[in-house]
T-cell receptor, first 114, second 109 residues
């Protein structure tokens, strides 16, 4: 398996623009997590899905953030409108079992909002 | 106080040295993860522990559930071990991971 695949790897955009980050989890994994990493706050969970259903979105910072998982092999994290403080690295991770399963991370999407 | 505390925050070692990174947590957990993040930014899961000890190559991870403490050891350290090592705990209830702030390890040749 190719592992967790994220795109784009890098995105630079202007404030106010819509940003869409994409993730393809490892086939067969039924948990998908979106994390954000910043220098100030480290790694933070934004939202996670189990079997394509959002389970915990309490980490989503604002209504400007939304995440979907239309099927088992694809998820998106959307920011609309984007702001400079959204600049961060966004990681997607998947696992087979949330409680006891090993976590596999994508390479991350580095977002810069000017 | 953070739920997950790592020490030290920064560690510089000479190649070949034995290295220990510590992680203490304050909540009930179902599992503890040790992650490695290289300068390029990718994150790799090194270990997932719920009890005892695991070994993979030169890396050893231990956990003491009663003391709420885990250690990551690197034997015969090498410059390629230079990375940020992150401890993360999964609470006993739910699936959220809470992360430590990471330990920046630099191994000099």
């Amino acid at each position: 398996d190719a592992g967790v695949i994220q795109s784009p790897r890098h995105e630079v955009t202007e404030m106010g623009q819509e940003v869409t980050l994409r993730c393809k989890p490892i086939s067969g994994h039924d948990y998908l997590f979106w994390y954000r990493q910043t220098m100030m706050r480290g790694l933070e969970l934004l939202i996670y899905f189990n079997n394509n259903v959002p389970i915990d979105d309490s980490g989503m910072p604002e209504d400007r953030f939304s995440a979907k998982m239309p099927n088992a092999s694809f998820s998106t994290l959307k920011i609309q409108p984007s702001e400079p403080r959204d600049s961060a690295v966004y990681f997607c991770a998947s696992s087979l079992l949330a409680g006891t399963g090993e976590l596999f991370f994508g390479e991350g999407s580095r977002l810069t909002v000017l | 106080k953070n739920e997950v505390e790592q020490s030290p925050q920064n560690l510089t070692a000479q190649e070949g040295e034995f290295i220990t990174i510590n992680c203490s947590y304050s909540v009930g957990i179902s599992a503890l993860h040790w992650l490695q993040q290289h300068p390029g930014g990718g994150i790799v899961s090194l270990f997932m522990l719920s009890s005892g000890k695991k070994k993979h190559g030169r890396l050893i991870a231990t956990i003491n559930i009663q003391e709420k403490h885990s250690s990551l050891h690197i034997t015969a350290s090498h410059p390629r071990d230079s990375a940020v090592y992150i401890c993360a705990v999964r609470r006993a209830s739910g699936s959220r991971l809470t992360f430590g702030e990471g330990t920046q390890l630099t191994v000099n040749p």
